[in-house]
């Protein structure tokens, strides 16, 4: 992938060269033609389209933002309520990811959306253990991760 974006700066400034301008707007101007020459040569690299990536990317940071705004909802409502009827716990997920950055990843997105907090990650990196501050039901906040973080991160990276 970050081949692909060297290779399209390069191209960019090629471009801006060879047209002997040298503003944004010609780099901008490169940097599209170089896009499609990209695209159109795109089976000759190892890697998928690296625009694909960022489009994953994008989507993660979306993802977290959603769950970072559900996640302050339902803690505000644990903070505003007159009675506290929290049921904290401690759950083990067992995660598909291999490499230590989509772990280190997952582990931070957890932590930060409100409520949730990774304690450990196990020797062999396949169990992260998370407390929940508000749990109604386990499997189902093992789902919510799977189905959201972890499939994000897998798309990102693969």
Not at 47 to 72: D, M, P, Q
Not at 136 to 156: C, M, P, R
């Amino acid at each position: 992938m970050a081949f692909q974006i060297l290779l399209n700066v390069f191209l960019a400034f090629i471009w801006m060269f060879l047209s002997n301008d040298y503003s944004s707007l010609a780099f901008c101007k490169g940097y599209f033609f170089g896009f499609i020459i990209i695209f159109a040569l795109r089976r000759f690299f190892d890697h998928r389209f690296y625009f694909l990536n960022i489009i994953a990317v994008i989507r993660l940071i979306g993802i977290f933002l959603i769950e970072l705004i559900k996640s302050n909802i339902s803690v505000l409502k644990v903070i505003l309520s007159p009675k506290l009827e929290l049921r904290p716990g401690i759950f083990a997920l067992e995660t598909e990811l291999k490499k230590d950055w989509e772990i280190t990843i997952l582990s931070n997105l957890i932590t930060l959306t409100p409520g949730t907090l990774v304690l450990e990650v196990s020797e062999d990196n396949k169990t992260l253990y998370i407390h929940a501050m508000d749990i109604d039901d386990v499997e189902q906040a093992k789902l919510d991760i799977k189905n959201t973080f972890e499939k994000a991160i897998k798309e990102v990276s693969r």
